[in-house]
């Protein structure tokens, strides 16, 4: 079955860096849709960044600049590395394979940027 696993969240300074890692399996990881999405408190889930199975990316107008989406296909691992974090990127992160409709998602993984 597909399984999508997060890791790398935490608790982490305005101005930190943080590296989420997705480890997937159950399904052909190379030809796959995949992206990070967000949900802070009290607001809906939200586009983080995606790429496609060719390498196409999309950022978010928030991020564009401050993070990184990209995928190690040998390993079926998806990252999003995060640098000059802001106190407002603080959410669940959340893995998804395939596309937010129909797709598949992670446990999701905490991301809290506070001092």
């Known amino acids: 079955q597909v399984q999508l696993v997060e890791s790398g969240g935490g608790l982490v300074q305005p101005g930190g860096s943080l590296r989420l890692s997705c480890a997937a399996s159950?399904?052909?990881?190379?030809?796959?849709?995949m992206g990070w999405y967000r949900q802070a408190p009290g607001k809906q889930r939200e586009l983080v960044a995606t790429?496609?199975?060719?390498?196409?990316?999309t950022y978010a107008d928030s991020v564009k600049g401050r993070f990184t989406i990209y995928r190690d296909n040998a390993r079926n691992t998806l990252h999003l590395q995060m640098n000059s974090l802001k106190p407002e990127d603080t959410a669940v992160y959340y893995c998804?394979?395939?596309?937010?409709?129909?797709?598949?998602w992670g446990q999701g993984t905490q991301v809290t940027v506070s001092s």
């Open positions: 998804n394979a395939g596309g937010p409709s129909v797709g598949y």
């Open positions: 159950g399904f052909i990881f190379s030809s796959t849709f």
């Open positions: 790429v496609t199975r060719t390498g196409t990316i």
